[in-house]
């Protein structure tokens, strides 16, 4: 299976559909009138139904175990035809898109199974997906394309000298790629409060939408990003820093000593995050690409 412990977990929902093709008539008037000798068929395809959104990932190898937290299963009747759909939803770091589609494919199987006594032409068709929703595809979902411009910024007294080789401020960089935003400029500063504040307001004055800072968060007397940014933030989001600390709490209990912070100097988010390549991977994946509504926020859109 694939490492998912990277993603956030959010609201997925899916939505399968299947047709089971009869030959008769009469075995529609049957299934209606609950004179099948097997017993109830939609009742008993319902409940089949229930079991397989609950074990899809004893069926398919690559599908992880998951909260199932809704699953219903709904029929529409046909003159020879029963139209089948899945609706399955959790709050997972991985879609049910397949969870439903088992579901369908499993209720469409049942109806055959008991409806193969009375019809000897039976046929299931067209298992698909009809819709989904949640994770990374539904995030920042707007008409309108806006290319996102960013610097990230290295602070670190041992790299600035030549001494270490910087890995977070690339992984950053390459984070921020991933999520379609043009990265403008990517420097190497040392841990000083007054280089610190003009790299970020020079920034800020160029209208870039991002500047990323990694380093000098932590609690060493040479940390001094945060004590850098608060008197030039003009709007703190204390709501990006607990999610930075919360996600990486899950991951080492280190996280809480973390100064990350967030903020608006204008209109550019400035984000500190911690100097440890880990740190700062972990907390491009806490927040982003979620993180850029706040742009269309700002710009009056709609929010939360």
Same mark, same amino acid.
């Given at each position: 299976?694939?490492?998912?412990?990277?993603?956030?977990?959010?609201?997925?929902?899916?939505?399968?559909?299947?047709?089971?093709?009869?030959?008769?008539?009469?075995?529609?008037?049957?299934?209606?009138?609950?004179?099948?000798?097997?017993?109830?068929?939609?009742e008993v395809a319902r409940t089949a139904g229930l079991f397989a959104a609950k074990r899809t990932s004893d069926m398919i190898p690559d599908c992880h175990p998951l909260p199932v937290e809704f699953t219903e299963i709904r029929f529409h009747l046909e003159e020879l035809s029963i139209? @089948? !759909?899945?609706? $399955?939803?959790? +709050?997972?770091? &991985?879609?049910?898109?397949?969870?439903?589609?088992? /579901?369908?494919?499993?209720?469409?199987?049942?109806?055959?199974?008991?409806?193969?006594?009375?019809?000897?032409?039976?046929?299931?068709?067209?298992?698909?997906?009809?819709?989904?929703?949640?994770?990374?595809s539904q995030l920042g979902k707007t008409k309108e394309k806006t290319e996102f411009r960013a610097a990230v910024v290295v602070c670190s007294d041992t790299i600035s000298a030549g001494e270490k080789e910087d890995r977070s401020g690339k992984a950053i960089v390459q984070k921020l790629?991933?999520?379609?935003?043009?990265?403008?400029?990517?420097?190497?500063?040392?841990?000083?409060?007054?280089?610190?504040?003009?790299?970020?307001?020079?920034?800020?004055?160029?209208?870039?939408?991002?500047?990323?800072?990694?380093?000098?968060?932590?609690?060493?007397?040479?940390?001094?990003?945060?004590?850098?940014?608060?008197?030039? @933030? !003009?709007?703190? $989001?204390?709501? +990006?820093?607990? &999610?930075?600390?919360?996600?990486?709490?899950?991951? /080492?209990?280190?996280?809480?000593?973390?100064?990350?912070?967030?903020?608006?100097?204008?209109?550019?988010?400035?984000?500190?995050?911690?100097?440890?390549?880990?740190?700062?991977?972990?907390?491009?994946?806490?927040?982003?690409?979620?993180?850029?509504?706040?742009?269309?926020?700002?710009?009056?859109?709609?929010?939360?």
């Amino acid at each position: 299976m694939i490492n998912i412990t990277p993603k956030n977990s959010t609201l997925r929902t899916a939505i399968a559909q299947a047709v089971v093709h009869v030959s008769l008539k009469e075995t529609i008037r049957a299934l209606k009138e609950k004179r099948v000798p097997k017993g109830d068929v939609l009742e008993v395809a319902r409940t089949a139904g229930l079991f397989a959104a609950k074990r899809t990932s004893d069926m398919i190898p690559d599908c992880h175990p998951l909260p199932v937290e809704f699953t219903e299963i709904r029929f529409h009747l046909e003159e020879l035809s029963i139209h @089948i !759909e899945a609706e $399955i939803h959790t +709050i997972y770091k &991985t879609g049910v898109e397949v969870e439903a589609m088992h /579901t369908a494919s499993v209720v469409a199987l049942t109806i055959y199974d008991m409806l193969k006594p009375i019809d000897s032409h039976i046929s299931i068709e067209k298992i698909s997906l009809a819709e989904k929703e949640g994770g990374k595809s539904q995030l920042g979902k707007t008409k309108e394309k806006t290319e996102f411009r960013a610097a990230v910024v290295v602070c670190s007294d041992t790299i600035s000298a030549g001494e270490k080789e910087d890995r977070s401020g690339k992984a950053i960089v390459q984070k921020l790629e991933n999520c379609d935003v043009t990265v403008k400029d990517y420097v190497i500063i040392s841990d000083e409060v007054d280089l610190i504040r003009q790299q970020v307001l020079g920034y800020s004055e160029e209208g870039l939408h991002l500047v990323i800072i990694t380093g000098g968060t932590g609690l060493s007397p040479r940390d001094v990003t945060p004590e850098a940014l608060e008197p030039i @933030i !003009e709007r703190r $989001i204390p709501g +990006i820093e607990e &999610t930075i600390r919360a996600y990486g709490q899950l991951r /080492t209990p280190f996280s809480m000593l973390s100064r990350s912070m967030a903020g608006l100097i204008g209109n550019t988010l400035v984000l500190a995050l911690p100097g440890s390549t880990r740190g700062a991977e972990e907390s491009m994946d806490a927040i982003f690409p979620a993180v850029l509504h706040l742009f269309k926020m700002m710009q009056g859109g709609n929010h939360h």
